[in-house]
């Protein structure tokens, strides 16, 4: 098979990329200090994005809370898990923008009555509430756009395990106590690292050694195999959002 230039490229920069994140990871300040330097544009870019309009370094607040959030996406990334670094750090920086918004919106809240209405540089009088509700619907955008931006991810790595979205619905037990089982099998195999880590090498599910934990039979197993997949993902990945969905 013949390998472009470009892909090649890509892939070395890919690697060169997941050896400075481990370096870094392991405490080497001056590497950790590199990549900060290096992906300021791509921080900037995401803070932009997230809070739709143009952020600049060194004028607003969340380039700051983006800087720190993309500093924690580079101690909590796990290349295991289903996402490329960059995709991963956009999402630490939306979601802690989100966090910097709500905490707006709660300062606001606590303002007395008397305090609400105010006027604007031109005497125009207008209501903090306003603001507060405005604040609301854009963080229920933000919301909904990381949970997009989730599924998307979700989407794409069940496609790995041959399974998607649509043939979840069928896939599910009848029964809650089949669903509350097999929950239960999924969140046993995302809490062992020798289970995830034969779940995410094989694509498959260990069988003989979940018979042997968790006390159900192979045949139950095989048959719920890829619902409890799909569950197991979700734990294991970063899908803070969807992982409000499992009981």
């Known amino acids: 098979m013949m390998v472009f230039p470009f892909h090649r490229r890509r892939n070395a920069e890919e690697a060169d990329l997941g050896d400075l994140l481990a ?5 080497d300040d001056g590497v950790r200090d590199q990549l900060l330097r290096k992906y300021i544009p791509f921080v900037a870019k995401s803070a932009s994005r997230a809070s739709s309009r143009f952020i600049s370094r060194g004028e607003d607040d969340e380039f700051s809370i983006a800087l720190a959030a993309f500093n924690e996406a580079i101690d909590r990334y796990d290349g295991n ?3 490329s670094f960059l995709g991963f750090a ?3 920086i939306r979601r802690r923008l989100i966090d910097y918004f709500r905490s707006r919106e709660n300062r606001v ?3 007395p ?3 609400l209405e105010t006027e604007d540089e031109e005497d125009h009088p207008y209501n903090k509430i306003e603001i507060q509700k405005s604040l609301e619907i854009y963080e229920t955008t933000q919301i909904e756009d990381a949970r997009r931006e989730e599924i998307e991810r979700y989407s794409a790595w069940l496609a790995e395990f041959g399974i998607s979205l649509e043939e979840l619905v069928e896939l599910s037990p009848k029964h809650a106590d089949a669903r509350w089982n097999a929950m239960q099998v ?5 809490s062992r690292p020798t289970f995830s880590e034969y779940l995410l090498r094989k694509k498959s599910l260990p069988l003989k050694e979940l018979v042997d934990e968790v006390g159900v039979s192979r045949k139950t197993l095989e048959r719920q195999r890829k619902y409890i997949i799909a569950i197991a993902l979700v734990l294991i990945g970063d899908f803070e959002l969807l992982r409000e969905y499992i009981a």
Do not use: Y
Request: glycine fraction near 10%; hydrophobic fraction near 50%.
């Open 23 to 27: 370096r870094a990871k392991a405490g």
């Open 81 to 83: 898990r289903g996402a």
């Open 90 to 92: 956009d999402t630490v």
């Open 109 to 111: 809240r606590d303002i």
């Open 113 to 115: 009555m008397a305090e």
């Open 186 to 190: 999924a969140k046993v195999i995302a």
